[in-house]
């Protein structure tokens, strides 16, 4: 009785975790208190069932003949399967019989990890996207770049890696003056990247990269320091925060440069959504630039965050021609 209403518990927390529509999730138990004894010999069938109209959702049958797991699409299977591992776990157990149907409220649900701030592996992401998965998220938003690392090959641009990739020191605490003096770093090559892309797919899983701009380049600035208004010397940064180099919205070079990283990008990411980032940005270096002030007055643009929104429009057209959509904080 007390493995029963474990088990029984067990499906009623998976399915409020996975499940927060307006009507609950089903769960009936079989009135005669029978049960079903699980081991590694136990049949479980996959079956797709067009009947079933919620493309994400799932239906799982405890019973006499074993557990049948249904859904309309192969998505909806996964994540029924996903939910038999969290109510089994990692040992035998008897479960009631019951047939347990759910689906997800939400069609974006989705995780963050920041590889740009303190990098982690390639096979970490794939731990990461493990759990994603489990948990019955289908969205990875990967946030690859920012000032104290570029993590992505960019093979016109080598430097990002050679260069934008590590730091020297990082700073201990919260901007408290005082460094480790240990080197940090590490990247993604592209052959990494497609794989983890591909893995992240067989798990029901897109991932929407985030390549942020024109703030948060310092590692750009190190690896191209022409890209900046100042023109350097820059460095790849140890501290935290909002920095007041920037890229350089006159300059063509830029936006040339912004171009051929979002060409690489979308070959290795099918997502529908890029994150262009686009927020902390400073203006300060851009109200005493020649280049910034002369495409403002070329353009009529009458501020620097109308000449911001000149370079946001430029990127989010390049990337719609491109069939994408830009998002940003």
Partial sequence: LTVFFLALTACIALRAQFDISPQPA???????????????HTPITELTNPKM????????????????????????????????????????????????????????????????????????????????ALHGMNTLHWHLTDDQGWRIEIKKWPRLTEVG???NRTVIGRNTGLYDY?????????????EIVEYARQHYITIIPEIDMP??????????????????????????????DVLCAGNPKVYQFLEDVMDE??????????????DECPRVRWEHC????????????????????????????????????????
Wanted: hydrophobic share 40%; proline share 5%; glycine share 10%.
């Fill in 265 to 278: 990008v979308v070959s290795l990411f099918p997502s529908k959504y890029v994150h262009m980032g686009g």
């Fill in 182 to 194: 240990v080197p940090h770093g590490g990247y993604f090559t592209q052959d990494d990247i497609r």
């Fill in 26 to 40: 089903s769960i009936s138990v079989d009135a005669k208190g029978r049960a079903l004894p699980i081991d590694a």
């Fill in 53 to 132: 109209t919620a493309s994400e959702g799932y239906r799982i049958t405890i019973g006499k003949q074993g557990i049948t797991i249904e859904g309309s699409t192969d998505a909806g299977i996964f994540y029924g399967r996903q939910a038999l591992t969290q109510v089994l776990g990692s040992h035998p157990a008897t479960l009631p019989y019951a047939v347990i149907e759910s689906a997800p409220r939400f069609s974006y649900r989705a995780m963050h990890l920041d590889v740009s701030r303190h990098f982690f592996g390639k096979d970490f992401v794939k731990q990461y996207i493990d759990m994603l």
């Fill in 165 to 167: 990739s590590m730091r």
């Fill in 215 to 244: 703030g948060h380049m310092l590692a750009v600035l190190a690896a191209y320091p022409e890209l900046g208004c100042a023109g350097g010397p820059y460095e790849v940064c140890p501290d935290w925060g909002v920095f007041d």
């Fill in 290 to 329: 020649p280049k910034c002030q002369q495409l403002m007055h070329s353009e009529q643009l009458s501020s620097e965050d109308a000449l911001q929104g000149y370079m946001m429009r430029h990127i989010e057209k390049y990337l719609a021609a491109k069939g994408r959509t830009v998002i940003g904080w």
